[in-house]
């Protein structure tokens, strides 16, 4: 005989072995797998309304001083750098996003907090397609808070709605209404038939 019962048994023990580990590998992948695949369809997806929305905030952002001439957006005052030596507030004014940007008040997140041209306070409502007429009473609470926690006395604190476009209600709600205005952008997609490679 030339294997014996021993070398065998050892033999099929050591393989039923091997193929419980390599089995078990293989439903642990699988389970993995299956897990991931369910929190990514659990997850909530970014929508195209968000991703519109913090392009349109960007955009502005970025462009502020070419789309707002002389305005500028809502900055600390100086004491507010605190134990920062003078010589380094212009490099972290510069370099730091403004507060005015998404400012957290106990009315809400105002999107955009400026000033005008004449000194103003402005607060920017952005709406990444229709302007519903609910608005003015977002933005009356926003107006509401800067008016009493934020403007210097006998400064001018106005709204701006800007929007890719709104419905007649508001139309006729913002008609009596002097210190809430309504702009609308539009976006443009514009291809280079001839592009050139940037340098």
């Not at 004449?118 to 607060?123: A, E, I, P, S």
């Not at 210097?152 to 709104?166: H, S």
Request: with cysteine; glycine share 6%.
């Amino acid at each position: 005989m030339l294997f014996s019962g021993d070398f065998v048994g050892a033999f099929l023990g050591a393989l039923i072995g091997v193929l419980a580990i390599v089995g078990g590998f293989i439903v642990w992948d699988y389970w993995i797998q299956q897990r991931e695949n369910r929190e990514k369809a659990n997850a909530t997806p970014l929508s195209v309304e968000v991703v519109l929305e913090r392009q349109l905030e960007e955009y502005l952002v970025n462009h502020f001083s070419e789309l707002f001439p002389n305005w500028q957006i809502f900055r600390q005052s100086p004491q507010d750098f605190g134990d920062v030596p003078n010589d380094n507030r212009q490099k972290r004014s510069q370099s730091a996003r403004p507060p005015g940007i998404r400012y957290r008040t106990e009315a809400g997140e105002i999107d955009l907090l400026c000033y005008d041209s004449k000194g103003n306070l402005v607060v920017i409502e952005l709406k990444r397609d229709r302007a519903p007429d609910r608005v003015v009473a977002q933005i009356d609470r926003y107006l509401s808070w800067v008016r009493a926690n934020l403007a210097q006395p006998g400064q001018r604190v106005w709204g701006l709605i800007i929007a890719r476009r709104f419905d007649s209600r508001l139309f006729h709600t913002l008609q009596r209404r002097r210190d809430i205005r309504i702009w609308t952008y539009q976006w443009k997609l514009r291809f280079d038939k001839r592009p050139r490679p940037s340098k």
